[in-house]
Protein backbone atom coordinates (compact mmCIF):
# COMPACT_ATOMS: atom_id res chain seq x y z
CA UNK A 1 0.00 0.00 0.00
CA UNK A 2 1.65 3.65 -0.96
CA UNK A 3 3.20 5.27 1.90
CA UNK A 4 0.52 8.27 1.33
CA UNK A 5 -2.35 6.20 1.34
CA UNK A 6 -1.52 4.13 4.67
CA UNK A 7 -0.61 8.09 6.83
CA UNK A 8 -4.32 9.52 5.32
CA UNK A 9 -6.16 6.08 6.75
CA UNK A 10 -4.41 5.95 9.64
CA UNK A 11 -4.68 8.88 11.14
CA UNK A 12 -8.11 8.61 10.23
CA UNK A 13 -8.50 5.65 12.37
CA UNK A 14 -6.55 7.55 14.94
CA UNK A 15 -8.80 10.26 15.40
CA UNK A 16 -12.23 7.83 15.18
CA UNK A 17 -11.40 6.47 17.84
CA UNK A 18 -9.78 9.03 20.07
CA UNK A 19 -12.86 10.82 19.84
CA UNK A 20 -14.58 7.53 21.22
CA UNK A 21 -12.23 6.96 23.48
CA UNK A 22 -12.04 10.39 25.13
CA UNK A 23 -15.04 10.15 26.80
CA UNK A 24 -16.89 6.32 26.51
CA UNK A 25 -14.50 4.93 29.78
CA UNK A 26 -16.02 7.40 31.60
CA UNK A 27 -19.30 7.88 31.35
CA UNK A 28 -21.00 5.89 34.02
CA UNK A 29 -18.57 6.84 36.43
CA UNK A 30 -19.03 10.92 35.81
CA UNK A 31 -22.69 10.16 35.21
CA UNK A 32 -23.12 8.50 38.23
CA UNK A 33 -20.43 10.25 40.10
CA UNK A 34 -21.22 13.67 39.66
CA UNK A 35 -23.98 14.24 37.81
CA UNK A 36 -26.14 12.55 40.35
CA UNK A 37 -27.86 10.07 38.02
CA UNK A 38 -29.54 6.44 39.07
CA UNK A 39 -28.14 3.33 37.40
CA UNK A 40 -31.48 3.05 35.99
CA UNK A 41 -30.99 6.69 34.20
CA UNK A 42 -27.81 5.44 33.00
CA UNK A 43 -28.71 2.10 31.21
CA UNK A 44 -31.00 4.38 29.06
CA UNK A 45 -28.57 6.96 28.31
CA UNK A 46 -26.21 3.88 27.17
CA UNK A 47 -29.49 2.35 25.13
CA UNK A 48 -29.74 5.57 23.97
CA UNK A 49 -26.27 5.94 22.62
CA UNK A 50 -26.99 2.93 20.83
CA UNK A 51 -29.87 4.24 18.82
CA UNK A 52 -27.34 5.61 16.18
CA UNK A 53 -26.12 2.27 14.94
CA UNK A 54 -29.73 1.18 14.18
CA UNK A 55 -30.18 4.39 12.07
CA UNK A 56 -26.79 3.67 10.21
CA UNK A 57 -27.80 0.94 7.96
CA UNK A 58 -30.94 2.49 6.60
CA UNK A 59 -29.28 6.26 6.46
CA UNK A 60 -25.50 6.08 6.07
CA UNK A 61 -25.13 3.02 4.34
CA UNK A 62 -27.49 3.44 1.56
CA UNK A 63 -26.11 7.23 1.08
CA UNK A 64 -22.48 5.91 1.49
CA UNK A 65 -23.21 2.73 -0.92
CA UNK A 66 -25.63 4.71 -3.82
CA UNK A 67 -25.76 8.39 -3.23
CA UNK A 68 -22.68 10.00 -1.63
CA UNK A 69 -18.88 10.31 -1.26
CA UNK A 70 -17.66 8.29 2.09
CA UNK A 71 -15.19 11.03 2.82
CA UNK A 72 -17.53 13.94 2.33
CA UNK A 73 -20.23 12.16 4.55
CA UNK A 74 -17.53 11.36 7.39
CA UNK A 75 -16.50 15.26 7.05
CA UNK A 76 -19.99 16.24 8.22
CA UNK A 77 -20.92 14.01 10.30
CA UNK A 78 -17.81 14.88 12.47
CA UNK A 79 -18.02 18.69 12.07
CA UNK A 80 -21.74 18.84 13.19
CA UNK A 81 -21.45 16.06 15.71
CA UNK A 82 -18.80 17.93 17.83
CA UNK A 83 -20.89 20.63 18.72
CA UNK A 84 -23.65 17.87 20.16
CA UNK A 85 -20.93 16.38 22.33
CA UNK A 86 -19.83 19.77 23.40
CA UNK A 87 -23.01 20.57 25.00
CA UNK A 88 -23.18 17.08 26.93
CA UNK A 89 -19.97 18.83 29.06
CA UNK A 90 -22.23 21.01 30.44
CA UNK A 91 -25.66 19.40 31.01
CA UNK A 92 -26.68 18.24 34.18
CA UNK A 93 -30.58 17.79 33.50
CA UNK A 94 -31.34 13.82 32.70
CA UNK A 95 -33.85 14.49 29.68
CA UNK A 96 -31.49 16.83 28.06
CA UNK A 97 -28.50 14.60 28.43
CA UNK A 98 -31.05 11.91 26.90
CA UNK A 99 -31.58 14.55 23.71
CA UNK A 100 -28.34 15.45 23.12
CA UNK A 101 -27.31 11.57 23.50
CA UNK A 102 -29.87 10.84 21.31
CA UNK A 103 -28.31 13.27 18.59
CA UNK A 104 -24.60 12.95 18.90
CA UNK A 105 -25.58 9.40 18.61
CA UNK A 106 -27.62 9.60 14.87
CA UNK A 107 -24.92 11.40 13.95
CA UNK A 108 -21.42 9.91 15.21
CA UNK A 109 -22.17 5.87 15.45
CA UNK A 110 -22.61 5.60 11.05
CA UNK A 111 -19.19 6.75 11.20
CA UNK A 112 -17.90 3.77 12.66
CA UNK A 113 -18.17 1.29 10.21
CA UNK A 114 -17.68 3.52 7.12
CA UNK A 115 -14.27 4.22 8.18
CA UNK A 116 -14.12 0.60 8.00
CA UNK A 117 -15.53 0.64 4.62
CA UNK A 118 -13.86 3.85 3.34
CA UNK A 119 -10.28 1.83 4.16
CA UNK A 120 -11.53 -1.40 3.01
CA UNK A 121 -12.46 0.16 -0.37
CA UNK A 122 -8.78 1.63 -1.08
CA UNK A 123 -6.62 -1.54 0.18
CA UNK A 124 -4.92 -3.78 -1.98
CA UNK A 125 -4.94 -6.58 0.24
CA UNK A 126 -7.35 -6.56 3.36
CA UNK A 127 -5.69 -9.14 5.38
CA UNK A 128 -2.09 -7.34 5.22
CA UNK A 129 -3.37 -3.80 5.22
CA UNK A 130 -6.59 -3.64 7.76
CA UNK A 131 -4.94 -4.81 10.70
CA UNK A 132 -1.56 -2.12 10.47
CA UNK A 133 -3.96 0.73 9.68
CA UNK A 134 -6.64 0.05 12.44
CA UNK A 135 -4.04 -0.02 14.79
CA UNK A 136 -4.00 3.29 14.78
CA UNK A 137 -7.64 3.74 16.33
CA UNK A 138 -6.05 1.71 19.19
CA UNK A 139 -3.24 3.91 19.67
CA UNK A 140 -5.01 7.04 19.27
CA UNK A 141 -7.66 5.81 22.17
CA UNK A 142 -4.83 4.71 24.29
CA UNK A 143 -3.09 8.05 24.22
CA UNK A 144 -6.43 10.18 24.47
CA UNK A 145 -7.04 7.50 27.55
CA UNK A 146 -3.38 7.92 29.57
CA UNK A 147 -3.19 11.57 28.63
CA UNK A 148 -7.09 12.75 29.59
CA UNK A 149 -6.34 10.61 33.31
CA UNK A 150 -3.03 12.00 33.67
CA UNK A 151 -4.69 15.61 33.28
CA UNK A 152 -7.13 14.30 36.09
CA UNK A 153 -4.42 13.38 38.27
CA UNK A 154 -2.48 16.38 38.09
CA UNK A 155 -5.44 18.79 38.18
CA UNK A 156 -6.33 21.11 40.86
CA UNK A 157 -8.60 22.88 39.72
CA UNK A 158 -11.53 19.73 39.14
CA UNK A 159 -12.31 16.97 42.09
CA UNK A 160 -11.91 13.50 40.15
CA UNK A 161 -15.56 13.23 39.45
CA UNK A 162 -16.30 16.92 38.17
CA UNK A 163 -12.71 16.96 36.12
CA UNK A 164 -14.79 13.79 33.68
CA UNK A 165 -16.87 16.87 32.02
CA UNK A 166 -14.20 17.63 30.21
CA UNK A 167 -13.54 14.05 28.38
CA UNK A 168 -16.18 15.84 26.40
CA UNK A 169 -14.74 18.87 25.63
CA UNK A 170 -11.61 16.89 24.51
CA UNK A 171 -13.87 14.71 22.40
CA UNK A 172 -15.59 17.57 20.88
CA UNK A 173 -11.85 19.34 20.11
CA UNK A 174 -10.82 16.31 18.16
CA UNK A 175 -14.01 15.58 16.36
CA UNK A 176 -13.75 19.28 14.73
CA UNK A 177 -10.42 18.19 13.91
CA UNK A 178 -11.50 14.75 12.33
CA UNK A 179 -14.32 17.01 10.36
CA UNK A 180 -11.28 19.18 8.57
CA UNK A 181 -9.40 15.94 8.34
CA UNK A 182 -11.91 13.77 6.39
CA UNK A 183 -11.71 16.41 3.59
CA UNK A 184 -8.54 15.57 2.81
CA UNK A 185 -8.92 11.31 2.79
CA UNK A 186 -9.01 9.39 -0.72
CA UNK A 187 -12.22 10.13 -2.94
CA UNK A 188 -14.65 6.73 -2.37
CA UNK A 189 -17.86 7.19 -4.43
CA UNK A 190 -20.53 5.49 -4.25
CA UNK A 191 -21.51 2.30 -6.56
CA UNK A 192 -24.36 1.43 -8.56
CA UNK A 193 -25.74 -1.58 -7.41
CA UNK A 194 -28.51 -4.47 -8.45
CA UNK A 195 -31.04 -3.66 -5.76
CA UNK A 196 -31.74 0.29 -5.28
CA UNK A 197 -31.95 -0.35 -1.67
CA UNK A 198 -28.51 -0.87 -0.45
CA UNK A 199 -29.65 -1.71 2.71
CA UNK A 200 -32.08 -4.55 1.26
CA UNK A 201 -29.21 -5.93 -0.47
CA UNK A 202 -27.29 -6.45 2.67
CA UNK A 203 -29.89 -8.32 4.18
CA UNK A 204 -30.61 -10.80 1.72
CA UNK A 205 -26.80 -11.40 2.21
CA UNK A 206 -27.17 -12.06 5.57
CA UNK A 207 -29.15 -14.35 5.22
CA UNK A 208 -26.53 -16.58 4.28
CA UNK A 209 -23.39 -18.21 6.46
CA UNK A 210 -21.23 -17.53 8.01
CA UNK A 211 -22.83 -13.72 7.96
CA UNK A 212 -25.86 -15.44 9.26
CA UNK A 213 -24.25 -17.33 12.49
CA UNK A 214 -21.85 -14.15 12.94
CA UNK A 215 -24.88 -11.58 12.97
CA UNK A 216 -26.43 -13.98 15.46
CA UNK A 217 -23.56 -14.09 17.88
CA UNK A 218 -22.99 -10.80 17.74
CA UNK A 219 -26.13 -9.76 19.95
CA UNK A 220 -24.47 -11.35 22.94
CA UNK A 221 -21.16 -10.44 22.55
CA UNK A 222 -22.04 -7.37 22.28
CA UNK A 223 -24.26 -7.46 25.75
CA UNK A 224 -20.72 -9.13 27.33
CA UNK A 225 -18.65 -6.36 25.79
CA UNK A 226 -20.99 -3.78 27.97
CA UNK A 227 -20.43 -5.29 30.81
CA UNK A 228 -16.65 -4.29 30.25
CA UNK A 229 -17.23 -0.46 29.28
CA UNK A 230 -19.82 -0.18 31.77
CA UNK A 231 -18.63 -1.18 35.03
CA UNK A 232 -15.04 -1.85 34.50
CA UNK A 233 -13.66 1.78 35.65
CA UNK A 234 -15.58 1.79 38.79
CA UNK A 235 -13.92 -1.52 39.52
CA UNK A 236 -10.57 0.08 38.64
CA UNK A 237 -11.20 3.05 40.37
CA UNK A 238 -11.76 0.99 44.01
CA UNK A 239 -9.35 -1.41 43.35
CA UNK A 240 -6.31 1.05 41.97
CA UNK A 241 -6.77 3.09 45.25
CA UNK A 242 -5.80 0.13 47.49
CA UNK A 243 -2.81 -0.86 45.12
CA UNK A 244 0.45 0.48 44.79
CA UNK A 245 0.85 4.59 44.15
CA UNK A 246 2.69 3.51 40.80
CA UNK A 247 -0.62 2.93 39.02
CA UNK A 248 -2.03 6.09 39.39
CA UNK A 249 1.82 7.50 38.34
CA UNK A 250 1.68 5.36 35.32
CA UNK A 251 -2.21 5.44 34.01
CA UNK A 252 -3.38 7.89 35.62
CA UNK A 253 -6.90 8.28 37.87
CA UNK A 254 -10.28 7.67 37.40
CA UNK A 255 -9.83 4.09 35.73
CA UNK A 256 -9.92 4.83 32.30
CA UNK A 257 -5.83 5.20 31.80
CA UNK A 258 -5.61 1.83 33.44
CA UNK A 259 -8.49 0.49 31.21
CA UNK A 260 -5.73 1.30 28.30
CA UNK A 261 -3.68 -1.81 28.92
CA UNK A 262 -6.26 -3.75 26.54
CA UNK A 263 -5.92 -1.33 23.84
CA UNK A 264 -1.58 -1.89 24.12
CA UNK A 265 -2.40 -5.51 24.23
CA UNK A 266 -5.07 -5.32 21.22
CA UNK A 267 -2.27 -3.24 19.31
CA UNK A 268 -0.65 -7.16 19.63
CA UNK A 269 -2.92 -8.43 18.61
CA UNK A 270 -3.50 -6.19 15.89
CA UNK A 271 -0.22 -5.92 14.47
CA UNK A 272 0.18 -9.92 14.27
CA UNK A 273 -3.22 -10.25 12.32
CA UNK A 274 -1.90 -11.19 8.86
CA UNK A 275 0.42 -13.26 10.43
CA UNK A 276 -2.86 -14.89 12.17
CA UNK A 277 -5.48 -14.46 9.11
CA UNK A 278 -3.30 -16.17 6.84
CA UNK A 279 -2.54 -19.24 9.14
CA UNK A 280 -5.73 -19.62 11.28
CA UNK A 281 -9.11 -20.16 9.97
CA UNK A 282 -11.88 -17.12 10.71
CA UNK A 283 -13.50 -19.40 12.80
CA UNK A 284 -10.32 -20.13 15.12
CA UNK A 285 -10.14 -16.84 15.51
CA UNK A 286 -13.55 -16.17 16.81
CA UNK A 287 -12.99 -18.76 18.99
CA UNK A 288 -9.73 -16.98 20.65
CA UNK A 289 -11.52 -14.27 20.68
CA UNK A 290 -15.13 -15.41 22.70
CA UNK A 291 -12.30 -17.56 24.83
CA UNK A 292 -10.91 -14.80 26.12
CA UNK A 293 -14.01 -12.53 26.95
CA UNK A 294 -14.43 -15.37 29.28
CA UNK A 295 -11.20 -15.68 30.53
CA UNK A 296 -11.51 -11.83 31.42
CA UNK A 297 -14.33 -12.18 33.17
CA UNK A 298 -13.19 -14.60 35.39
CA UNK A 299 -10.34 -13.24 36.19
CA UNK A 300 -11.90 -10.05 37.33
CA UNK A 301 -14.68 -11.88 39.54
CA UNK A 302 -12.98 -14.61 41.40
CA UNK A 303 -9.11 -13.68 40.99
CA UNK A 304 -8.83 -10.02 42.20
CA UNK A 305 -5.51 -9.86 42.59
CA UNK A 306 -3.25 -6.80 40.95
CA UNK A 307 -1.24 -9.21 38.37
CA UNK A 308 -4.50 -10.98 37.75
CA UNK A 309 -6.27 -8.04 36.97
CA UNK A 310 -3.34 -6.24 34.61
CA UNK A 311 -3.61 -9.40 32.42
CA UNK A 312 -7.52 -9.91 32.42
CA UNK A 313 -7.43 -5.85 31.26
CA UNK A 314 -4.83 -7.15 28.65
CA UNK A 315 -6.81 -9.59 27.72
CA UNK A 316 -9.12 -7.02 25.63
CA UNK A 317 -6.59 -7.09 22.67
CA UNK A 318 -7.58 -11.14 21.98
CA UNK A 319 -11.14 -10.32 22.77
CA UNK A 320 -11.26 -7.45 19.84
CA UNK A 321 -8.62 -8.50 17.76
CA UNK A 322 -9.92 -11.97 17.65
CA UNK A 323 -13.75 -11.16 17.41
CA UNK A 324 -14.82 -7.74 16.37
CA UNK A 325 -11.83 -6.97 14.00
CA UNK A 326 -12.03 -10.14 12.69
CA UNK A 327 -15.73 -9.82 12.40
CA UNK A 328 -15.78 -6.91 10.26
CA UNK A 329 -12.98 -9.15 7.77
CA UNK A 330 -15.61 -11.49 7.31
CA UNK A 331 -18.53 -8.93 6.49
CA UNK A 332 -16.28 -7.16 4.44
CA UNK A 333 -15.39 -10.59 2.19
CA UNK A 334 -18.35 -12.31 2.32
CA UNK A 335 -20.64 -9.26 0.51
CA UNK A 336 -20.30 -7.54 -2.99
CA UNK A 337 -18.58 -4.61 -3.15
CA UNK A 338 -21.90 -2.44 -3.95
CA UNK A 339 -23.83 -3.25 -0.56
CA UNK A 340 -20.26 -2.92 1.51
CA UNK A 341 -20.97 0.06 3.61
CA UNK A 342 -24.42 -1.19 3.80
CA UNK A 343 -23.13 -4.46 5.39
CA UNK A 344 -21.02 -2.60 7.47
CA UNK A 345 -23.72 -0.55 8.94
CA UNK A 346 -25.85 -3.55 9.29
CA UNK A 347 -23.11 -5.31 11.51
CA UNK A 348 -22.73 -2.38 13.18
CA UNK A 349 -26.72 -2.04 13.99
CA UNK A 350 -26.63 -5.27 15.88
CA UNK A 351 -23.31 -5.36 17.81
CA UNK A 352 -23.17 -1.53 18.53
CA UNK A 353 -26.66 -1.03 18.38
CA UNK A 354 -29.30 -3.83 19.46
CA UNK A 355 -26.45 -4.99 21.43
CA UNK A 356 -25.47 -2.14 23.28
CA UNK A 357 -29.37 -1.30 24.06
CA UNK A 358 -29.81 -4.66 25.54
CA UNK A 359 -26.60 -4.65 27.01
CA UNK A 360 -26.82 -1.94 28.84
CA UNK A 361 -29.90 -2.79 30.57
CA UNK A 362 -28.84 -5.97 31.45
CA UNK A 363 -25.45 -4.62 32.89
CA UNK A 364 -27.49 -2.33 34.70
CA UNK A 365 -30.28 -4.49 35.98
CA UNK A 366 -27.81 -7.24 37.15
CA UNK A 367 -25.34 -4.44 38.81
CA UNK A 368 -28.55 -3.15 41.46
CA UNK A 369 -28.75 -6.91 42.26
CA UNK A 370 -25.36 -6.71 43.73
CA UNK A 371 -25.35 -2.80 44.83
CA UNK A 372 -25.95 -1.41 48.36
CA UNK A 373 -26.47 2.44 47.80
CA UNK A 374 -24.89 3.64 45.17
CA UNK A 375 -21.37 1.12 45.35
CA UNK A 376 -21.30 -2.75 43.92
CA UNK A 377 -20.54 -4.68 46.53
CA UNK A 378 -19.98 -8.21 44.75
CA UNK A 379 -18.07 -7.60 41.52
CA UNK A 380 -17.74 -11.76 41.53
CA UNK A 381 -21.36 -12.13 41.25
CA UNK A 382 -21.57 -9.35 38.52
CA UNK A 383 -18.59 -10.22 36.32
CA UNK A 384 -19.75 -14.01 36.41
CA UNK A 385 -22.32 -13.64 33.91
CA UNK A 386 -20.96 -11.96 31.38
CA UNK A 387 -18.51 -15.19 32.15
CA UNK A 388 -20.72 -18.06 31.41
CA UNK A 389 -22.41 -16.00 28.80
CA UNK A 390 -19.08 -16.06 26.77
CA UNK A 391 -18.96 -19.65 27.69
CA UNK A 392 -22.20 -19.99 25.80
CA UNK A 393 -21.58 -17.99 22.74
CA UNK A 394 -18.26 -20.25 22.30
CA UNK A 395 -20.49 -23.11 22.59
CA UNK A 396 -23.07 -21.57 19.99
CA UNK A 397 -19.95 -20.61 17.15
CA UNK A 398 -18.82 -24.18 18.29
CA UNK A 399 -21.25 -25.75 17.00
CA UNK A 400 -23.20 -23.57 14.10
CA UNK A 401 -19.84 -21.66 12.45
CA UNK A 402 -18.55 -23.08 9.16
CA UNK A 403 -14.98 -24.51 9.89
CA UNK A 404 -11.87 -24.23 7.55
CA UNK A 405 -11.26 -21.25 5.57
CA UNK A 406 -13.25 -18.98 3.39
CA UNK A 407 -12.34 -17.98 0.07
CA UNK A 408 -10.92 -14.39 -0.04
CA UNK A 409 -12.72 -11.95 -2.37
Same mark, same amino acid.
Given at each position: ???G?????????F?Q???W?????? %???Y???????????I??????G??????????????????????I?????????? +??????A???? !????????????????P?????N??????MP?R????G?????????????????????????????D????N??R??????????? !?? =????????K????????????L???????L??????????????F????T???L?N =??G??????T???G?????????????E??V?????? %????L?R??L??????? !?????????????????? =?????????????I???????D????S?????????F &????V????I??????TWI??L???? &??V? &???? %???????????????? +??G?????????
Open positions: MPILNAKLSGMMLYAIGAWLPL %LWPLHGHVGFTPGQGNIFAIAIGAIVAPLVAGQIADRWFPTQFLAVSHLVGA +AFVWLLSTTD !YETFCYYTLAYSIIYATLPLTSLAFHHDDRDFRVRVWGTIGWIVVGIGFSQWLAGSDEYDLAGRAAFLSAILGWVMGV !YC =FLLPHTPPPGHEKSATLAAIAVRKQPLMLFLLAVPVSCIHQYFVHAGFT =FQGAADMLDIFAGGGGLMTIGQMAILLASMPF %LARKSKSLAIGLAA !YAARMAIFAYIPSASAVM =FGIALHGLCFGCFFVAFMIVEETSDVRASTQSL &NLVIGIGTVGSKVAAEYMEG &NEV &NYAG %LFSWPMWGALACLGLL +AAYPGGKRART
